[in-house]
């Protein structure tokens, strides 16, 4: 740990970065989606470490959510034991805590994966005994695909045999031999837990992902100043344009979100400086359709938290997230795990944000575009919304005003809206 990071800068000059379990599983997905098409696939990734199992879970090359945990190949066989031979109940507790802890820190996928990506040595020792097993040696390992059913075979057997004779099996790489019944134990596992029947052997991971890193921040630097507003913009449309499908109505919605915020802020006391929150917010808020409509808000919150868009901080990031996961559905509640990773002053940003952007997403309710504006006057406890359009916008007003709960309650006042014409003098 600390110590050794210590000692090592003392006695050999070398400073040592320790990388959070998160940005561990990220190297590795950079890795996999380097060698791996994901278009248009949903898939779990796990990297196996003698420590530590990341995994991710994402739709095409958009990571949605991403769980560590405990499970490592090395910790797991310093707990249970190697077996020498193999102790039929330390296997059977084995089985359970790699159960138990994924039961505990990951959630199922809300899609159906089309298969596991699998990173590490672990999973390439495992192609490659399975390879011999078929007498398919000749084979390219990385891309080779294992089926769960092989995999317990595999475990079947190994679970029976000695360390020696493990070693002594071909594909078998000799230095796993001892952790490879800890390993496999994982990989079934997995397969179990997020009812996948197809792995997928990726024989790269965190080290090719980290050298592609370093590789882009050396060929990606130069001395012209960088504009981080331009590179955000174009990110959001990458990503909408990608997953929503609706990106000129989040274009709209955006506009009316920011124009109700700049004159709100006065008479309601808001920071305008979150106007550009909220407009990330409203551009992006429909990115989860890419990965079902009826909880897409949910889903909208976890690409775009793991989005890393350029030119947004991470903790802006993480209110835009949250401001888009409240576009529709339920209110901010304190019970949501994610919205409690908040301070309370973040937590009330959150809330009026949200309920600034229903008004604005009622008023695109027809996905026409039609209105161009919205006056907002404050008067006696109450906000007048009179919403500019060329022709009476029925359908829009509609949706607004079935959207305006979260604004009374936040605020507490009563909202109305009205036709107010084209405009035009």
Request: hydrophobic share 40%; with cysteine; glycine share 8%.
């Amino acid at each position: 740990g600390p110590d050794f990071c210590r000692r090592v800068r003392d006695e050999v000059g070398i400073e040592i970065e320790v990388i959070s379990s998160e940005r561990e599983a990220r190297l590795a997905f950079s890795s996999v989606q380097h060698a791996i098409d994901l278009t248009g696939r949903n898939v779990v990734v796990a990297d196996i470490g003698g420590g530590s199992t990341e995994i991710v879970f994402a739709t095409g090359n958009l990571i949605e959510a991403i769980y560590p945990t405990t499970l490592g190949a090395v910790r797991l066989t310093e707990r249970f034991g190697s077996g020498d031979p193999p102790d039929p109940v330390k296997f059977l507790a084995l089985e359970e805590e790699v159960a138990t802890t994924l039961k505990k820190k990951t959630s199922r996928p809300m899609f159906a994966p089309h298969f596991l990506v699998g990173s590490g040595g672990t999973f390439t020792t495992v192609a490659e005994m399975v390879m011999a097993l078929k007498g398919e040696s000749d084979l390219p390992v990385p891309g080779y695909r294992v089926s769960h059913a092989e995999i317990r075979h595999l475990l079947d057997r190994l679970r029976k045999l000695p360390v020696r004779a493990r070693r002594a099996l071909p594909g078998m790489t000799p230095d796993r031999a001892d952790i490879i019944l800890a390993g496999l134990t994982i990989i079934d596992g997995l397969l179990k837990r997020f009812r996948v029947n197809t792995l997928v052997v990726h024989t790269r991971g965190v080290r090719d992902g980290l050298v592609r890193e370093m590789l882009e921040e050396v060929l990606g630097a130069n001395s012209a100043p960088v504009d981080h507003a331009a590179l955000r913009d174009a990110a959001i449309e990458r990503l909408a344009s990608a997953c929503s499908g609706e990106v000129e109505h989040g274009r709209a919605v955006a506009s009316l979100a920011g124009r109700i915020w700049e004159q709100l802020a006065e008479p309601l006391g808001l920071d305008p400086a979150d106007r550009i929150l909220l407009e990330c917010a409203a551009r992006l808020q429909d990115v989860g359709y890419v990965i079902n409509y009826d909880k897409h808000h949910k889903h909208s919150y976890h690409l775009i938290r793991n989005s890393r868009l350029p030119g947004i901080r991470a903790h802006d990031l993480e209110l835009i997230a949250n401001v888009a996961r409240y576009h529709r559905g339920a209110h901010p509640k304190k019970k949501h795990e994610h919205l409690l990773r908040l301070t309370p002053a973040d937590q009330a940003r959150v809330h009026t944000m949200a309920a600034v952007l229903r008004l604005a997403g009622g008023l695109d309710r027809s996905r026409s575009q039609q209105v161009r504006d919205a006056i907002v006057r404050v008067d006696d406890g109450s906000l007048t919304l009179e919403v500019v359009a060329d022709q009476d916008p029925q359908v829009d007003l509609w949706g607004a005003e079935r959207r305006t709960d979260l604004f009374e309650k936040v605020f507490e006042m009563p909202v109305k809206f009205r036709w107010a014409g084209s405009g035009q003098p």
